[in-house]
């Protein structure tokens, strides 16, 4: 996203005018299909977002992401687990 940002910040440079709506399209756009649901929730709540709050709740929701999905392995771990060693025999 900073990417995104900064090669805003030039085209601006530059003499480009591109409205603030377009600019969070972009970035959204850029975005892996890991926010394919911030992005459905943007598209169906429309919120007036400017690249800063954008990039706030964009954060937010990586550290959501991230937080599940060491959730997820330490249950995988757990799952692993419980699985009973195999006798041997004599």
Partial sequence: MMKVIA??????????????DTQIDMVLNT?????????IDHEIRRKDYTLTGLMKDLQITENILKKN???????????????????KGK
Avoid: H, M, R, W
């Avoid at 090669?7 to 603030?20: H, M, S, T, V």
């Avoid at 999905?69 to 006798?87: C, D």
């Fill in 69 to 87: 999905k060491s959730g997820l392995a330490e249950a995988n771990v757990a799952q692993a687990s419980s699985s009973k060693p195999k006798s």
């Fill in 31 to 39: 975005l892996s299909d890991t926010f394919n649901q911030f992005k």
């Fill in 7 to 20: 090669y805003l910040n030039e085209l601006e440079i530059f003499g480009a005018e591109i409205d603030c």
